[in-house]
């Protein structure tokens, strides 16, 4: 049985995913690649993946939100946007 | 020289990049654009690069968004900077247009006031010759995305003092960026090299020698640029593009300079890269 908490994990990674990989020249993306340090994705880049989380699951990146260990891949991401759902229905 | 106050003429990319660094170093901008739909489109960008910078560099201030907007002073008047230490122009690379805003700063402008010209590729020499204070005009050719680029490429046109020089070195100075000093030709050192690339490049996709992926490719993971050359392109915006080549086939008068008839395409098309959404990639809405 899958849970319900799953469910919306896997359908963030794969939003999130889509975006990533319709933004960027590559074809593959693993769930732990380093976006950064593999040189996947620049700053530009950057500031635009945090506006389509913003816009797409409706949150907010405050200024303690701020650091790269929150974006460095797409777990990293998908596990944020999971952490600041549950602090908003929380 | 104290910088209180800069002026920031030409709302575009690198405008919005300039008035970006300024703040995040405690420096207030008055930006001056023609249009008053462009000024509102670069405060919300100049506020979403200050929202996002600590992110990309640990030691850029964290800026509330009231303290950024408060620090800016948006006018289509540019008599409204009339009372800044410095000027910063970033209008369109358009010899016509550069002409007129500086005969217009010209008139606005104390005398003392030195201009700073950020272009592509047109003579700094040129620019200066559009003013009665040629030894007050300096080049700048900032990288994209301004805050972010620890280096500048800075020209001295056959005019320019060392007091103009130095000057905007003290400015790069309290913006934490070392400035590389070059003599003045058209498109200078970085731009009229990396434009005969992405001109060749936009020949080679033209040839369909292969793509636009595998091209960009090649640069990065050969060359180990981190960026390729149509991406580049993309970036700054294919009519900048075709402009920059535009004015260096003037200038030279040598064909190597030609624009690519696709690239010229997609300008006529309306695709001009990352800021329409289109050019040789197409970027999804944000």
């Not at chain 2, 003092?161 to 913006?175: E, K, P």
């Not at chain 2, 690519?260 to 990639?281: D, E, I, M, Q, T």
């Amino acid at each position: 049985m899958t849970s319900v908490n799953a469910v919306t994990q896997d359908g963030i990674r794969k939003t999130v995913r889509e975006f990533i990989l319709s933004s960027i020249n590559i074809t593959q993306l693993d769930d732990d690649d380093n976006l950064f340090e593999s040189g996947i994705v620049n700053s530009l880049f950057a500031v635009q993946l945090m506006t389509f989380i913003e816009k797409t699951f409706a949150i907010e990146v405050e200024m303690d939100d701020l650091d790269i260990e929150n974006f460095k891949s797409l777990s990293a991401t998908t596990a944020f946007v999971v952490r600041k759902n549950g602090r908003r229905s929380g | 020289m104290e910088f209180r106050k800069i002026g920031v003429v030409g709302a575009g990319n690198i405008g919005v990049g300039v008035v970006t660094d300024l703040i995040l170093h405690g420096i207030s901008a008055v930006v001056v654009d023609i249009s008053e739909a462009q000024l509102q489109r670069a405060q919300a960008d100049v506020l979403k690069n200050i929202r996002f910078a600590p992110l990309f560099s640990k030691t850029l201030p964290r800026i509330t968004q009231e303290e950024a907007a408060s620090r800016m002073v948006l006018t289509t008047d540019l008599n409204d900077a009339a009372s800044c230490d410095f000027v910063i122009e970033n209008v369109t690379e358009d010899w016509e247009i550069k002409k007129q805003v500086y005969e217009n700063l010209e008139r606005a402008m104390p005398p003392r006031v030195c201009f700073g010209a950020n272009t592509s590729c047109i003579s700094i020499t040129q620019i200066g010759s559009a003013t009665k204070r040629p030894a007050n005009v300096v080049g700048i050719h900032l990288m994209n995305p301004v805050h972010l680029k620890p280096t500048v490429e800075v020209i001295r046109g056959f005019h320019t003092t060392d007091q103009t020089v130095d000057i905007l070195l003290r400015l790069f100075s309290r913006l934490n960026k070392e400035a590389i000093i070059v003599e003045d030709m058209p498109g200078f050192v970085s731009n009229r090299i990396s434009h005969l690339f992405m001109n060749e490049a936009a020949f080679v996709l033209q040839d369909r020698v292969t793509t636009a992926e595998k091209i960009d490719s090649i640069f990065k993971k050969c060359f180990g640029h981190k960026m390729g050359p149509l991406e580049t392109a993309d970036l700054i915006g294919l009519d900048t593009v075709m402009r920059s080549l535009d004015v260096l086939y003037e200038s030279f008068q040598d064909t190597k300079y030609r624009c690519c008839p696709l690239l010229r395409k997609l300008v006529h098309a309306g695709h001009l890269g990352r800021k329409s959404g289109k050019g040789f990639y197409v970027y999804p809405e944000v």
